[in-house]
């Protein structure tokens, strides 16, 4: 795997993306089919469905940065330039991801619980990993030479990791206002089957967009790269 | 030659990054245990009785409506919080509720005791983990297996 330079990942992702893309928008579209015809929840009744937004996006922006760590540790004991580039590509992605979860979370709190924002362990932990996607984000760009940048935000990154136990069992953990998971909890899923499947089948969709988002910013990171490089030599 | 010293840098970062995570991790721990009471949202009727000097202290409490004690009189809603172990508290509320306040369902206020009375200033509703259609509760209560109300 260390083998693997950053020019034959993005060369692999790109010949794939064309596939990835349409398979996001077949994903999406069908989502979005299910989620119109689905029946209200009995309890809460329309202000529901923002779940199939809000759910995958915090399952992504938690599965962003566990990927973002451990190529941060990659990165730092193998040396490898590539681990490093995948995890610059992914925070950014990270942080829009975290930035809807906040969103539309706070657009269903105040439908629902009657409050846009409450300081209880989820809500602020969940803040405090935006925080973090944009202290790394801040941290790549502050430094001349990009090797520099890439050691200092792999510590933040994995300085980070702690923080998403933290964001994943809070509800558990302490009492708070926001509700427990519905979904991956001791007893398995605690809503329907047309719920679930709905559910899954948009957070394939957005998982799919992510890839494809992904392989673009890598693709650029890479090409700049190259253009940095050639000009240096022309000089 | 070469691979061997190779394995001992690997081995030597490997601890550096070991030992930066441990410390974080084992701070971080020891903050949030000691804090504990402090990140906690709410409290729950049963964890008043052991609390001293609950008397005009801003607090949240939270648990369930308690069923048949939801009422609007002079313009105040009254109800009586519960938990499971059956502790209730009374409490005053003089604003809109949320919408989703429902008996048996859960409930947040926030506010002070006032002659043993809970007068509260903010009233949030929680909605637990169980989303289900109203056709899937039907079924449910046809099949006799339903235990809402």
């Given amino acids: 795997m260390f083998a693997i330079t950053p020019n034959t990942l993005s060369n692999f992702m790109n010949s794939m993306s064309r596939y990835v893309i349409l398979l996001s928008l077949l994903l999406i579209s069908v989502s979005i089919f299910l989620i119109i015809f689905l029946e209200n929840d009995y309890y809460q009744g329309i202000s529901f469905k923002i779940m199939f937004i809000h759910v995958p996006t915090a399952w992504l922006s938690l599965a962003i940065f566990l990927m973002m760590g451990i190529s941060s540790i990659i990165g730092l004991i193998f040396k490898s330039p590539t681990a490093f580039t995948v995890a610059r590509s992914l925070s950014p992605i990270g942080l829009i991801m975290s930035i809807i979860v906040l969103v539309t979370g706070s657009i269903w709190g105040n439908l629902t619980w009657g409050a846009y924002w409450v300081w209880d362990a989820r809500l602020t932990s969940m803040l405090i990993l935006a925080f973090i996607y944009l202290g790394h984000i801040l941290l790549l760009h502050s430094f001349e030479h990009f090797q520099k940048a890439d050691f200092a935000a792999s510590i933040l990154a994995i300085i980070g990791l702690v923080n998403l136990p933290i964001v994943k069992f809070s509800v558990d953990w302490w009492t708070t206002l926001h509700q427990e998971s519905s979904v991956l909890r001791i007893g398995g899923p605690s809503m329907t089957n047309d719920y679930l499947i709905t559910l899954i089948v948009s957070f394939f969709g957005i998982f799919m967009l992510t890839i494809f988002w992904f392989s673009n910013i890598f693709y650029i990171i890479i090409e700049k790269r190259k253009m940095e490089r050639s000009k240096l030599l022309n000089d | ?149």
């Fill in chain 2, 1 to 149: 030659m070469r691979i061997i010293k190779l394995n001992n840098q690997i081995k030597k970062r490997f601890i550096f990054l070991l030992i930066i995570f441990a410390c974080f991790s084992a701070s971080i721990f020891l903050i949030s245990y000691s804090l504990k009471d402090q990140i906690a949202y709410f409290v729950e009727p049963t964890d008043l009785k052991s609390m001293d000097g609950i008397e005009n202290k801003y607090l949240r409490v939270g648990g369930l409506v308690k069923i048949n004690s939801l009422k609007f009189l002079d313009g105040n809603w009254t109800f009586e919080v519960i938990d499971q172990n059956q502790n209730s508290v009374n409490v005053v509320f003089s604003k809109t509720l949320p919408n989703l306040v429902e008996e048996n369902k859960g409930i947040i206020v926030e506010g002070k005791f006032i002659d043993n009375i809970f007068v509260a200033e903010i009233v949030l509703a929680k909605h637990d983990e169980n989303y289900m259609p109203q056709s899937a509760i039907d079924k449910l209560k046809e099949e006799g297996k339903w235990r809402g109300n």
